[in-house]
């Protein structure tokens, strides 16, 4: 359902739940935009007009510094992104924002959303609270940079966002983890390899059965095993006919 006033509850719900009045004057301003892969919502030395919500596709926001690219951040659907400092101050970014698949955003401009603020309080409170979303995350990037392995980082990127490692090409997560493309590379064939031992060793934990007394024995006609296991001793038959 592709409406303002659903896209609007969809971006405040991961803050506030907003009354009908409020979702409305949200969903008044929203800007929408489609993006083809490749294209760029954000270039280097533009403003930062808009806070962004990916409701279809990816994009990064990354650095481009002497000729390299550097990657800070990957948001698809459903997910906020905002070039904080550019927004905030309404000044010249130094990051570029680029979609990495055909993607559809919907954009909350920063003067209009600042005159919503001043006059209803859920949508300042709205607006803050996605702010503190996005502080909160910045930190936490930053500290798992600082303390965490390659491995570490990897495994976490994994874990909390397995549609980046899914969609993105290796160059930019690579850049992201702060890590060579042959680090990565070197980490994914690691835990490649690890994961195919932890299943061999679980394959033979369940079906390796420790014998540690076997005996065979008849009677009128039947073969009896019995068979010492962890859980007890077990007796298996086969009659003759």
Excluded: W
């Excluded at 929408?32 to 919500?53: D, I, P």
């Excluded at 559809?104 to 503190?132: F, K, S, T, W």
């Excluded at 392995?149 to 495994?155: F, L, P």
């Amino acid at each position: 359902m592709d409406t303002a006033i659903f896209i609007a509850r969809r971006i405040a719900a991961q803050s506030i739940l907003l009354s009908e009045e409020a979702a409305q004057k949200l969903a008044s301003i929203l800007i929408r935009t489609e993006l083809k892969k490749g294209a760029l919502f954000l270039s280097e030395g533009e403003v930062c007009t808009q806070l962004g919500y990916v409701y279809k596709g990816m994009v990064r926001q990354f650095y481009f510094k002497n000729k390299k690219e550097l990657t800070e951040h990957f948001a698809s659907e459903d997910n906020i992104f905002i070039c904080i400092e550019s927004f905030l101050r309404q000044r010249p970014a130094n990051l570029l924002v680029e979609a990495l698949e055909n993607t559809v955003l919907y954009g909350i401009p920063h003067d209009p959303l600042l005159a919503l603020c001043a006059e209803d309080y859920e949508i300042e409170v709205m607006y803050r609270r996605l702010l503190e979303n996005s502080l909160i995350l910045s930190q936490r990037k930053a500290d798992f940079l600082r303390f965490e392995t390659a491995n570490e980082r990897y495994a976490r990127l994994l874990k909390e966002h397995p549609e980046i490692v899914q969609r993105a090409p290796l160059s930019h997560i690579a850049s992201y983890l702060l890590m060579t493309p042959e680090t990565l590379s070197r980490v994914r064939a690691n835990m490649h390899q690890n994961h195919l031992k932890s299943g061999f060793n679980a394959s033979r934990m369940a079906f390796n059965v420790s014998i540690t007394s076997l005996k065979v024995f008849r009677k009128r006609g039947t073969t009896s095993f019995a068979v010492h296991v962890p859980s007890g001793t077990r007796t298996f038959s086969q009659n003759h006919k």
